[in-house]
């Protein structure tokens, strides 16, 4: 009864093992996984996969920020021509947005692919899969320009303030995507939810294979781990197990094609 909403499972992490992790999650009460892209190169092993297993993997199109090169225009525009080709293909456009966390030498191309594929979200009436880290002053004024755009999407792997939060709850197309950084020890993410987050408003993810939630914490993710940040939600909203898997499910719904 899960949806595990960001999971790579496509990367060479699962390469080995890709079906038994499929099984633990299937085992966790997982009912199915999206999985996102990040570029070009790995965008038809990703559909190989999520072909494999059909109806509980769901591929994803669209150029990661950290992916951003000078090529970048010609792997948007290859995108372009498989989604119009296919739209019906992939449920979601993402893992797109903004990272100046590292370096900004390619800001202003960051900016622009982030602007194309905010423009393909509009056109094919798709959800966004939103990465910002350390751009959320230039996320919130990009969306600000669309806001009348019936948008909608997940402001993937949140982690940010109180007042963060319920900026980005003004997009009344979007949820917050709650990972494995909630059930770290410094954390505060928890008070932030309780204080300034519907229960409505999140769904949950693994962003596996990054990001393992406590017990995991320096293992390898996967999406069976879902289930620690389930029990750590159900504290904060003074749910139970069951009520917390089937909220968080009905908020992923939109994301499915």
Same mark, same amino acid.
């Given at each position: ?35 996102? @892209?990040? =570029? +070009?190169? &790995?965008?038809? %092993? ?10 509980? *993997? ?89 806001? @009348?755009? =019936? +948008?909608? &999407?997940?402001? %993937? ?10 900026? *980005? ?89």
């Amino acid at each position: 009864m899960i949806i595990d909403t960001h999971s790579h499972l496509d990367g060479e992490e699962f390469a080995e093992d890709l079906p038994d992790v499929i099984q633990r999650a299937k085992d966790a009460q997982v009912d199915k996984i999206l999985v996102p @892209n990040v =570029n +070009l190169q &790995g965008l038809q %092993h990703l559909i190989d996969v999520c072909n494999t297993y059909k109806g509980y *993997l769901y591929p994803m199109i669209g150029l990661h920020p950290e992916e951003v090169k000078t090529d970048y225009q010609s792997q948007l525009d290859q995108m372009l021509a498989m989604l119009e080709t296919n739209p019906t293909l992939f449920t979601a456009i993402g893992e797109v947005g903004l990272d100046f966390y590292w370096d900004e030498t390619y800001r202003k191309e960051q900016i622009d692919a982030f602007e194309q594929q905010i423009e393909w979200a509009v056109r094919f009436d798709m959800p966004l899969m939103i990465h910002a880290r350390n751009a959320f002053q230039e996320l919130t004024e990009m969306m600000e320009t669309h806001r @009348n755009e =019936n +948008l909608k &999407g997940v402001f %993937h792997c949140f982690t940010g303030t109180e007042d963060e939060a319920r900026k *980005l709850l003004t997009f009344e197309g979007f949820k917050l995507g709650i990972g494995g950084v909630l059930t770290f020890k410094k954390s505060t993410l928890p008070q932030v939810l309780k204080n300034a987050v519907p229960l409505s408003r999140i769904v949950v993810e693994t962003d596996a294979p990054y990001l393992a939630p406590v017990p995991h914490r320096g293992k390898r993710n996967e999406s069976a781990f879902i289930i620690e940040i389930i029990k750590r939600l159900t504290e904060i909203y003074a749910c139970n197990w069951e009520n917390i898997a089937i909220e968080t499910q009905k908020n992923a719904y939109f994301l499915l094609r």
